[in-house]
């Protein structure tokens, strides 16, 4: 089964909490902190793997967990790091948000990878909180969650030619005449029911690789029939080769609707070098209409092409014009274009801090920084607490939530942790 669009949940490792304790050694009887860094979280990476040609390997496995990080423990010890989780993809993949939309990644290039979801930063131990005026800390950071998110990856095929026409066109029998390819033919529409790869071996010594997809019909763009969900397959390819059926009832017609889905899905395809491809000129009906399509063509300002597939007559004279429309070798063995990109995203360090009122009467605090901040304190040691409640001074968030309208025993959330507030020292929520 070829498999071009899948959505995953990735959860990348915890960081590994930080220790806070002391030494206990004799002769040493007031030793200082000495609580050791937890490990980071593992975190999930997509790599561009040649060798697949589908995302079939996450048909049945949807979910995917990296190793959390170690705790840290005493004399300093530091956690142990997660293993990062290297999830294979085939090139072309394109990798999206799934509650956003946005696009993370365009992957193309043999090894190319992006990191899908970051792990989890450990906490430090408490040595790192030890100070001139306060030498025995209890304080030690939690570990930080790893990055949850569900992706969607889409597949677009990465070919130097793709062949589109109407079902039945002769495009599958075309394949197998270009190419060792064979792909299932039959006299009747809709037999390609996925996309069919061949590699050309042209007299040069160029080697372009040919994409067949399932044929189109009007309304594909919108979603009709089973070509629309491979429309984007031909976005990457260098040359579009539309097959035409020359004995159907109307060839000029054919010709038409696949160029206007083409537009519809994306009027970029419509500017990609074009050669069109005249079939079946064996039969009397295709031999007859010939003439006419050839001149409407010319006047396209695109070339064409008369063959008969089936029997292999015209074949050679247009490997010839599919040769004139290809690149050098050496520009064929750089991916098409659109070239992967890796989307980066950093965040503002001036990030603003506001304050809503939630539906049951709680303030809700938004900051990313301080949301970051809450996951890495334990609300049970009563000098972290107080310690975050300074991290709320200095970055407004007491302010803002005082000029809200804020007062005792009211319920203030951040991130996923619930607070009540009081006038010093904060409290988790009973």
Known sequence: MFLDQVKVWLRAGDGGDGASTFRREAHVPRGGPDGGDGGRGGTIHLRVDPGQTTLRDFRYHH???????????????????????????????????????????????????????????????????????????????????????????????????????????????????LTAARPKIADYPFTTLEPNLGVLELPDGRRPTIADVPGLIEGASEGAGLGHAFLRHIERTRVLLHVVDGASRDPAWDWGVIRDELAAHDPALLAKPTLAVFNKLDLAMAAEAWPAFRAARQRDGIPAAAIAAANGDGIEGLIAAVAELLPSAEELAAPPEPAGVVVHRIEPLDEPVT????????????????????????????????????????????????????????????????????????????
């Open 355 to 430: 304050v809503t009122r939630e539906p049951d009467g709680a303030f809700r605090i938004h900051s990313r920084r301080l949301e970051r901040l809450a996951d890495r304190i334990d609300f049970s040691i009563d000098e972290s607490v107080q310690r975050f409640q300074r991290d709320l001074e200095r970055f407004g968030a007491d302010a803002e939530l005082r000029r809200a309208g804020v007062d005792d025993g009211d319920t203030v959330r951040i991130g996923g942790h619930e607070l009540e507030w009081a006038a010093a020292p904060w409290e988790p929520a009973r």
């Open 63 to 177: 979910h995917f967990r990296a190793t959390p990080g170690g705790r840290g423990t005493g004399a300093k010890r530091h956690g142990k790091a997660g293993d990062d989780l290297i999830l294979d993809v085939p090139p072309g993949t394109a990798v999206y948000d799934d509650a956003s939309g946005e696009l993370l990644a365009d992957l193309v290039a043999t090894g190319q990878s992006v990191v899908a979801a970051h792990g989890g930063r450990g906490g430090l131990g408490n040595t790192h909180f030890a100070t001139s005026t306060h030498q025995a800390p209890k304080h030690a950071q939690k570990g930080e969650p790893g990055e949850e998110r569900w992706v969607r990856l889409e597949l677009r095929l990465i070919a130097d030619i793709g062949l589109v026409g109407l079902p039945n066109a002769g495009k599958s029998t075309l394949l197998a005449a």
